[in-house]
């Protein structure tokens, strides 16, 4: 849900993808290989053939949106795509056409739109989304549905008293309470349908106990939060990197402009703390300074994204980096990406829908942590630290699949071929 740019861009991928208009670049799921058994094996399946994911002929798309303009005219307002590649996909662009969506602006500030649903309290409107992901089902002929939701990041919330149980939940919903946002109750609606979910943005969503029981009982996955692409994604690169050359780190400052409609919404200070949260915790997490005092202690961690309208969704981003080598000599590492933030968020987009759809498939219900590799503030049990090193979690993703086809882990350690 939130037909915006990232929804747009993920549908449009998947149309010209299946015309054979262009390459699924940066999708896992489509172009990874996964290697099993032994380096001399030589067996090196694609992912996708080896654990048998949906095709993209099989998929179908719907969604709901504040804005009624179907997903064509949606697409040339993102403004991510050249016209002349969404002109060839307009008909089955255009066929897609928001279902009134679940709003109240009090958690999106900068945003209203007239295609918003009424109800009586949030009960109601939960009831009406279960009512309209039923009728999509029944129409389309579809087996299975997944729900990510793609909307604007909404402000800052922490856990109340109404997420602790399902019970309170539920109750909640019935008096409209405020703690209680839009996308909690889209979350709601789909796990109660036993549909995995998928949070794309960084808002408090179905990481909630009430939810995650409602998971638990209807047996779906859930995912999330916030995709990572643009700077977290290189940042979660680099900062292992550095990591395991024992390179100490005094500050690191990350600096954006971007112009699309998230970075509207971002300029609230509201939605911002919640990005700047989900942003902030992976160097902390991959650093461990509580293990490395000398080396990370107190780094100097600031986040800043500006809204500059001129760039639209092609976001410019610089890390300075004040780094610590031998002795103690400092050193600078200074990274200016040029990158296109919905044109990285499509594919991991599409790849966490298919991995979710597997999970269901295989029995797996509630926090996938092997789908850490999407997002930037990964979901994880109470008891554990969430992973945020990129090729461990890259890692932890094969082997969950090797272990769902019953091949053998990999662990690198490779005695084998010297013993
Ligand atoms: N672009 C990226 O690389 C990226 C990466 C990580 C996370 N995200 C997050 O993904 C989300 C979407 O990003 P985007 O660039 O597509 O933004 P966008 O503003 O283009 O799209 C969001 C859409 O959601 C709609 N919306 C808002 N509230 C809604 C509701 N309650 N119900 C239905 N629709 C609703 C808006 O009208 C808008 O069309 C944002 O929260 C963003 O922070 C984006």
Redesign the pocket.
């Known amino acids: 849900?939130?037909?915006?740019?990232?929804?747009t861009t993920t549908i449009a991928g998947v149309f010209a993808i299946r015309k054979g208009l262009a390459q699924p670049i940066g999708s896992l799921t489509q172009m990874g290989t996964i290697r099993l058994g032994k380096r001399t094996e030589n067996r090196s399946p694609r992912i996708k053939d080896f654990i048998g994911l949906s095709g993209l002929d099989d998929l179908v798309f719907g969604g709901?949106?504040?804005?009624a303009e179907d997903c064509y005219a949606?697409a040339r307002t993102?403004g991510v795509l050249e016209p002349s590649l969404l002109d060839q996909i307009r008909p089955e662009m255009e066929a897609i056409r928001p279902m009134p969506?679940?709003?109240d602006q009090r958690y999106?500030k900068r945003?209203s739109?007239p295609n918003v649903k009424t109800g009586k309290h949030k009960k109601d409107l939960a009831e009406q989304l279960i009512a309209d992901i039923r009728a999509f089902k029944a129409q389309h002929g579809c087996d299975r549905l997944v729900m990510v939701w793609?909307?604007?990041?909404e402000v800052f919330m922490t856990e109340a008293p109404v997420h602790k149980t399902l019970a309170a939940f539920e109750a909640g919903l019935e008096a409209s309470d405020d703690a209680i946002p839009?996308?909690m109750i889209?979350a709601y609606a789909a796990l109660k349908e036993g549909i995995p979910f998928a949070n794309?943005?960084?808002?408090l969503t179905a990481d909630v106990p009430a939810l995650l029981e409602l998971a638990a009982q209807t047996g779906a996955p859930v995912a999330g939060n916030?995709?990572?692409?643009?700077q977290t994604l290189i940042k979660t690169i680099i900062a292992p990197g550095l990591k395991a050359r024992m390179i100490g780190v005094k500050g690191w400052y990350s600096t954006n402009i971007l112009g699309?409609?998230?970075g509207e919404?971002?300029d609230d200070p509201e939605s911002f703390k919640t990005?700047e949260e989900s942003k902030k915790s992976a160097l902390d997490y991959i650093f461990q300074p509580q293990l490395y005092p000398e080396l990370y202690k107190d780094i100097s961690h600031v986040v800043r994204i500006n809204y500059y309208p001129p760039r639209g969704?092609n976001k410019e981003g610089w890390d300075n980096i004040d780094i610590v080598g031998w002795l103690g000599y400092p050193m600078q590492l200074k990274i200016n990406f040029l990158c296109r933030?919905?044109i990285?968020?499509a594919p991991i987009v599409l790849d966490a829908a298919l991995f979710l759809d597997l999970a269901k498939r295989s029995g797996m219900s509630g926090i996938q942590e092997w789908l850490s590799f999407y997002f930037?503030a990964p979901m994880h049990a109470p008891e554990v630290y969430p992973e945020h090193d990129l090729f461990i979690q890259l890692m932890k993703l094969k082997n969950t699949l090797r272990y769902l086809k019953g091949e053998e882990l990999i662990t690198h350690l490779g005695r084998e071929y010297y013993d």
């Open positions: 849900m939130g037909l915006g740019a990232v929804a709901w949106d504040i804005f949606a993102a969506a679940v709003f999106v945003l739109g793609t909307g604007s990041t839009s996308s889209y794309a943005a960084p808002n916030d995709m990572k692409t643009g699309n409609r998230d919404v971002l990005k969704d933030d919905s990285l968020a930037k």
